[in-house]
């Protein structure tokens, strides 16, 4: 009996071993899942195409950014971590001031979900961002407001709504404004002027004889010849009028803080550049001409209506008069 002491011994430990043994056991397993849950929780952001970050705002210092922000902003995540200012430096100058001021806001709203601003990312492309940032929840010991946030690269977004943008508001033959959008732009001038109690000149203009020029050259020839006579009037126009076609052969134009002497000048050089145009087809060459009716605003006018009611008059009476040339109304 004695002999197999030792035996039994080995087999049976003392319950001061086994429950350390057993303890042993369950902190090696709590370690084991803590780091597949740490392995998990890293992958999870890694996957995740936003950015997000956590800021300390009194001492201005970011405590976190995701591995998003190196893909979308092409910068090294420990420049952040160390000086805040590398965020400032990566946005797009104009956007700059708004960045800012919007995500001070946070401190009286809590919550700021509307902010869209640009950034250069490292290799020089502008993106767009939608940066929506919280005031945490979460209690500190030292009261210290901590800044969380979002932020998601939108420029793919951003492009389409400015293309679906473009489409609604621009002719597709000419790239000038279309009907409905130079009437809307037109509508904001003319009551900014009545506002205001300034100047204010509309234009008309109607290629001459643009049915024979169908007829002899075509279609696709009358095409072009929109086409330029719009180029030509984007060319002369000033910066802030507005210049559209506005049906098949007839394109108006809107002069913000022009009287119609002003404007009378510049209607004039439409038509002179207008007439250096040259066209080609089975090599016969030919010009062409328009006639443009021109009027200003005045004390009487109570709507965009008359204005446009007053050029079309002058307009037509140009026709009348022998075509290519300017008639005031």
């Not at 197999?4 to 709590?30: D, F, R, S």
């Not at 971590?81 to 401190?107: G, K």
């Not at 000048?265 to 007439?275: F, S």
Request: charged residues 25%.
């Amino acid at each position: 009996m004695v002999k197999n002491t030792p035996t039994t011994l080995a087999c049976n430990p003392p319950p001061e071993a086994a429950q350390t043994l057993l303890a042993l056991m369950h902190a090696q397993g709590e370690v084991a899942r803590l780091s597949e849950r740490e392995q998990l929780f890293s992958s999870l952001l890694d996957s995740v195409n936003a950015v997000l970050w956590a800021f300390d705002w009194e001492s201005r210092q970011v405590l976190y950014v995701s591995p998003a922000y190196e893909r979308i902003f092409g910068r090294p995540a420990g420049l952040l971590l160390a000086d805040f200012n590398e965020w400032r430096d990566s946005i797009y100058p104009d956007d700059l001031d708004y960045a800012e001021r919007s995500l001070a806001q946070v401190l009286e709203k809590g919550a700021v979900e509307d902010r869209e601003y640009r950034i250069i990312a490292a290799d020089g492309q502008v993106r767009w961002i939608s940066d929506k940032c919280f005031i945490s929840q979460q209690a500190m010991p030292d009261q210290r407001v901590i800044i969380v946030g979002m932020a998601e690269d939108i420029t793919e977004k951003k492009q389409l709504e400015g293309e679906l943008q473009r489409l609604a508001t621009t002719d597709v033959l000419t790239q000038s404004s279309n009907r409905r959008h130079f009437f809307e732009c037109a509508q904001h001038a003319f009551e900014t002027a009545r506002r205001e109690q300034a100047p204010l000149a509309f234009l008309l203009l109607d290629i001459d004889d643009f049915k024979q020029i169908n007829d002899t050259y075509g279609h696709q020839e009358g095409d072009y010849v929109l086409q330029r006579i719009a180029d030509t009037g984007k060319a002369v126009l000033r910066r802030g009028d507005q210049f559209g076609r506005i049906g098949g052969e007839e394109f108006a134009a809107v002069f913000p803080g022009c009287t119609p002497e002003i404007a009378q000048h510049i209607a004039e050089r439409l038509q002179r550049e207008i007439q250096r145009l040259s066209f080609s087809h089975d090599d016969k060459v030919f010009g062409v001409t328009v006639s443009q009716g021109l009027t200003g605003i005045t004390e009487a006018d109570e709507s965009l209506d008359s204005l446009f009611a007053r050029a079309d008059a002058a307009m037509y009476q140009a026709k009348r008069q022998g075509k290519n040339q300017i008639v005031r109304g």
